[in-house]
């Protein structure tokens, strides 16, 4: 597949695929040369990518993703101590948001106004 092709499937910009390669989150298997030394994917490319766009999303880093690529193969309990990890980053952050939440519903609640400026009461 060309690079276009891959941008188009996995619906990522061709600048983000380039930007994985430079960041060593593609591996080799899935990015060959064609005889005019051009890249060619390989088809499998677009799931692997698809599991990369989902780590993202789940919070994960670019560093932490080419860790993991870069630990094929780690135990199931490093697996487990990973995803625990990032498991409790999301709880934190619910909790943050939660409060950060309920302190705007108060504050609406309350009808606190703004004419002397945000925070200030008269």
Do not use: H, W
């Not at 989150?25 to 692997?48: F, S």
């Not at 690529?69 to 135990?75: K, M």
């Not at 990890?85 to 952050?93: L, N, V």
């Not at 939440?101 to 200030?120: A, H, M, N, Q, W």
Request: with cysteine.
């Amino acid at each position: 597949m060309k690079i276009s092709e891959v941008s188009k499937a996995a619906e990522l910009p061709v600048s983000t695929i380039r930007y994985y390669e430079k960041m060593g989150i593609i591996p080799d298997e899935y990015m060959l040369r064609d005889p005019n030394n051009y890249r060619v994917y390989d088809d499998n490319i677009v799931n692997y990518l698809e599991v990369v766009k989902t780590s993202v999303d789940l919070g994960f880093s670019i560093g932490e993703i080419r860790g993991m690529i870069d630990g094929v193969g780690c135990s199931l309990e490093e697996q487990t101590r990973l995803l625990q990890e990032k498991i409790d980053e999301i709880e934190t952050a619910q909790q943050k948001l939660d409060k950060a939440k309920t302190y705007l519903s108060d504050l609406i609640s309350s009808g606190t106004v703004c004419e002397e400026g945000f925070g200030k009461s008269s």
